[in-house]
């Protein structure tokens, strides 16, 4: 029965998806048709110019790669919509790519009718109608299918459409399980029962669930009381019984979940699974700025580091004749910091202090500190005495969005004080982060900045740091606790 449900949602879905996707194709040939005119007026050259026939078989397939007909209960919103969008562009190339290939860009309905506009890519008609096509793509699917989950999860949340699952375990792990499915109901999961991890119990209930007995009795338990899914929420000392229960849970039908006895905030990055020659590996922690992601964000850091360079030159230019005239000493000071990795580079600064700021003296500057000169001070509070590290940023030792780089004698403090403290070296330091545009500057709290810090290294994208650098611009310079 629970498969033929779930092929009954794949057709739905794979139907839902189909119906967008002729959407959108047909968009994107009534746009072109309305700009440039056609040769034709007739339902077979519009299947054959819309590519409708291409384009649908290759987007479901792309989409059913993508594990986007999996069952998609307990994940989030914005994890579809990513991939929603990662199966378009794919869907895209594979569809450009075939018609390079079979010489389709040079039919004679492709050529150039109507007006031309300015720009290259928009000279010819086939090439318009791919770039509106590109775009309407996951727009319609992203609409759709946010329309049908939530429309699956309003029904979860009145009782239909519901999944039952059984929990393994009994104690602190298993509660958390339990109680978390139950709060989030559009999720249609309901537990519908423990299983002791011990071999046998007399208890009887668990908050406010029956306990129908232990492992010892886990495949009677399953084959009078059938379930959809067992929950594995074992402790972390009866870990070695779980390959053995594994092995006894292969004879059921059922979906099988692990939840790891491992607190949240120890996993500031998503877990992936890989595998290599047959051994699963999981991947507990990694920089999330691997791959594509991390050549984005660097790209931007050149440009950003270029743009800054010369849109701050007078700055530059004055404020160093300010430094050099109101005190003695080197107009930009340097000061070993820690980025990516725990590797230490040279940060660059204007100087505000008359002397220097004392290195190894392992402590903030304090407010109203008598070494920061007049000069220094105003420089401190509009945050310009960091513009000289537009140049580190340029050479690669620091981004414009991440974590503040510390001084090495603070981290080998921090490390042992803080649980948690060196996951911040997963990603490049940066000129201003989440914690700075949210006013944690200067000697805050570091519990609070190592929470959002945390939290940008778990959450990061392109997006986030865009979000990040518009927040700077707007209120990231000028700040009370920036002394």
Known sequence: MLKQRHQLFVTLFACADAVSVVGACALAWWVRRAQYGVFEDSFGSYLRDSM??????????????????????????????????????????????LIWMTGGHRAPVMQTVGPVMPTAIFTEPFRYQILVLTLFLPALLTIQRLGLRLVLRAMRRRGRNT????????????????????????????????????EQTNRTECIGKSILGGTRELEAILEKHPVDAVYLALPNAMSPQLPQLLQRLERFAVDVRLIPDVRLKYLPQSMAVSELEGMPILSYRESPLSGVGGVLKRGIDIVGALVGIVVFLPVF?????????????????????????GDTFWIYKFRTMANGPVVDDATWTEQDDPRITKIGGWLR??????????????????????????RPELIDQFREDWRGYMIRQHVKAG???????????????????????????????????????????????VHKNAY
């Open 317 to 341: 230019l004055i404020a160093g004749a300010c430094v050099k005239l109101s005190s003695k000493g080197p107009v930009i000071f340097r000061q070993k910091r820690v980025s990516l990795a």
């Open 163 to 198: 999944r039952h699952v059984a929990v393994l375990g009994v104690g602190r792990l298993g509660q958390i399980a339990a109680r978390t499915l139950e709060r989030n109901a559009w999720t249609g999961l309901r537990v519908a029962y423990f299983i002791s991890h011990h």
């Open 431 to 477: 000129m201003t982060g989440w914690a700075q545009v949210n006013g944690l500057r200067g000697n805050t709290s570091l519990r609070k900045r190592l929470q959002y810090d945390l939290f940008y290294i778990r959450h990061w994208s392109i997006l986030f740091d865009l979000r990040i650098l518009m927040m700077t611009l707007t209120k990231g310079f």
């Open 52 to 97: 409708t026939i291409l384009v649908v078989p290759i987007l479901v397939i792309t989409l059913y790669t993508l594990g986007l007909y999996r069952p998609r209960r307990d994940q989030t919103l914005l994890g579809e919509v990513v991939q929603v969008f990662k199966a378009s562009i794919v869907a895209m190339v594979v569809i450009l790519t």
């Open 381 to 406: 509070k509009t945050s310009l005495d960091e513009i000289p590290q537009l140049f580190n940023v340029l050479i690669g030792e620091m981004s414009l969005v991440g974590p503040r780089p510390e």
